[in-house]
């Protein structure tokens, strides 16, 4: 676990003393996980559809019902990561939009985690998202909060064993 702290200080000490002049786009419909390092304004349109399409329970991206006797849920055209994205129902009729992906190493793992964070914050703090950011030595939380009514947006990024895995949400609010 001490490595994994100290990897994990390295990586925030290099992350702010490097530039990237080379820049990939994070797009949807794609397993690339590599995201922008800086954001243009048509950048945050994928998250800003996605915020705007849960009051209609993200409508607009479903495509196929996964067959599932437990929840009801739908695949999606839209990936903020990875390339298995699904919408599901609760009980109270309240939908969240969820990805998750594996990350190959732990160092891939803090890079992109802490790129879409970086995109997400660019993006939703000039709105006035409050960010709050949350480390253990086995993983890294980013939640984006508005208020009590809007969805609450979290990345979170965990060691399970010797395997990483990536997830962001867009869930209901808090306050519900």
């Given at each position: 676990?001490?490595?994994?702290?100290?990897?994990?200080?390295?990586?925030?000490?290099?992350?702010?003393?490097?530039?990237?002049?080379?820049?990939?786009?994070?797009?949807?419909?794609?397993?690339?996980?590599?995201?922008?390092?800086?954001?243009?304004?048509?950048?945050?349109?994928?998250?800003?559809?996605?915020?705007?399409?849960?009051?209609?329970?993200?409508?607009?991206?479903?495509?196929?019902?996964?067959?599932?006797?437990?929840?009801?849920?739908?695949?999606?055209?839209?990936?903020?990561?990875?390339?298995?994205?699904?919408?599901?129902?609760?009980?109270?009729?309240?939908?969240?939009?969820?990805?998750?992906?594996?990350?190959?190493?732990?160092?891939?793992?803090?890079?992109?985690?802490?790129?879409?964070?970086?995109?997400?914050?660019?993006?939703?703090?000039?709105?006035?998202?409050?960010?709050?950011?949350?480390?253990?030595?086995?993983?890294?939380?980013?939640?984006?909060?508005?208020?009590?009514?809007?969805?609450?947006?979290?990345?979170?990024?965990?060691?399970?064993?010797?395997?990483?895995?990536?997830?962001?949400?867009?869930?209901?609010?808090?306050g519900l």
């Amino acid at each position: 676990m001490k490595n994994y702290i100290i990897l994990l200080i390295i990586a925030f000490i290099l992350a702010g003393c490097t530039s990237k002049t080379n820049q990939t786009t994070a797009t949807t419909n794609t397993t690339n996980q590599s995201v922008k390092t800086s954001v243009i304004p048509d950048e945050c349109s994928t998250i800003n559809n996605l915020i705007n399409g849960y009051e209609s329970g993200f409508n607009s991206i479903k495509t196929d019902k996964v067959n599932n006797q437990f929840t009801n849920q739908w695949r999606t055209n839209t990936h903020m990561i990875g390339a298995n994205c699904t919408v599901t129902l609760n009980k109270s009729g309240q939908a969240s939009y969820q990805c998750q992906t594996p990350v190959k190493t732990q160092t891939q793992t803090i890079k992109s985690h802490q790129k879409l964070a970086k995109q997400l914050r660019q993006c939703l703090t000039k709105a006035g998202w409050f960010e709050s950011q949350k480390e253990t030595a086995s993983s890294i939380y980013s939640t984006f909060v508005l208020d009590t009514k809007t969805p609450v947006i979290t990345l979170a990024t965990n060691q399970e064993g010797i395997e990483f895995s990536t997830r962001f949400e867009i869930a209901p609010p808090l306050g519900l």
